[in-house]
């Protein structure tokens, strides 16, 4: 199955091999939340993949956390100082990376937004999936599994992230339409992280014994959400995730997700390093790219290509 539009990736590679070549190799600055995160290791790939293309050096850092805001306006200062040509940041906090971003902007530093964007208008393109969409499918998908009435959670991620508000959104906008007789009966904003998830569904378990579904923003959630589900004796619970990682190959396999809502990760990745290239050498940039969402399941997972959706196992940063 083709994903990604091949007239949309053709655009962004002819716009970068048109553009005027920079007196030395391209170094561009990434930063990003936490490359702990399956969702981060596949968004780099992309850009590493697009950058070994195209002959441009990386500068990478890592926040180490969503709630590590302070650290990632530290590495941002840090790129500025460096000078580098251009700057890819997927942000821990829109708010709290404005400043710092514009600073970069100031100083003559283009900057690309990536899938939680620097909530500024002064980026000079952006690239995400249709994160609003991702909660659609995934309210449709889940709504449909437990037969259109009872009680769901939401583990819904961070605040303060464009992602996970917009397919929260998504999720509970559609799920109001064609659900309404399932009702929303807890919402977390924790951190994307396994274990927080656990730990939260575990409450949830013992708060809400008629529970029948688990709404996860992402793939590394529902899996803390299924470990306690299934210590708990509650695998008649279905769980609906977003993102396409190994582990959720692996879940939908065996039965223990419902479905999972992705978007096109590495093909962002590279889709981001060819405008923050085409940025830095005053090439054609893209203000907005936008890759569509796609719901696998069960019976489509084997069919699905990954080679625009998800790093390979075996890549580490």
């Known amino acids: ?47 590493d993949t697009a950058a070994k293309a195209d002959k441009v050096k990386l500068v990478t850092l890592s926040a180490g956390g969503d709630a590590n805001s302070s650290q990632q306006i530290s590495q941002i200062q840090d790129l500025i100082q460096r000078k580098v040509d251009a700057i890819i940041v997927g942000a821990t906090n829109g708010d709290a990376v404005k400043a710092i971003v514009e600073r970069a902007v100031a100083a003559g530093i283009p900057v690309i937004g990536i899938s939680s964007p620097p909530n500024t208008d002064k980026l000079a393109a952006m690239v995400s999936a249709d994160h609003y969409d991702m909660g659609k499918l995934q309210a449709e998908c889940l709504a449909k599994a437990i037969g259109g009435k ?40 924790l951190a994307d992280n396994r274990n927080a998830a656990l730990t939260t569904a575990d409450d949830w378990i013992q708060r809400f014994p008629d529970l029948s579904g688990v709404y996860s923003a992402t793939d590394d959630m529902a899996a803390g959400v299924v470990s306690a589900l299934k210590s708990a004796g509650k695998s008649s619970v279905k769980v609906s995730a977003s993102n396409l990682s190994p582990t959720a190959q692996q ?41 569509p969402a796609v719901l696998v399941t069960p019976e489509n997972v084997g069919s699905i290509d990954l080679s625009l959706v998800v790093a390979p196992a075996d890549y580490r940063p």
Do not use: H
Request: with cysteine; hydrophobic share 50%; glycine share 8%.
């Open 1 to 47: 199955m083709k994903l990604f539009r091949a007239a949309s990736l053709a655009a962004l590679l002819l716009s970068t091999a048109i553009a005027p070549a920079l007196a030395a190799e391209p170094v561009i600055g990434v930063s990003v939340p936490n490359l702990g995160s399956s969702f981060w290791i596949s968004v780099l790939y992309g850009v």
């Open 150 to 189: 009872g009680e769901v959670a939401m583990m819904a991620g961070p605040s303060g992230q464009a992602w996970s508000d917009l397919r929260a959104q998504g999720f509970k906008d559609t799920l109001a339409k064609v659900a309404p007789n399932v009702k929303i009966v807890a919402e977390s904003r």
């Open 251 to 291: 879940m939908l396999k065996d039965g223990d997700l419902a479905c999972t809502s992705i978007q096109q990760i590495v093909a962002q990745g590279r889709a981001a390093l060819d405008q923050a290239v085409a940025a830095a050498t005053k090439g054609k940039v893209e203000a907005k790219v936008v890759t």
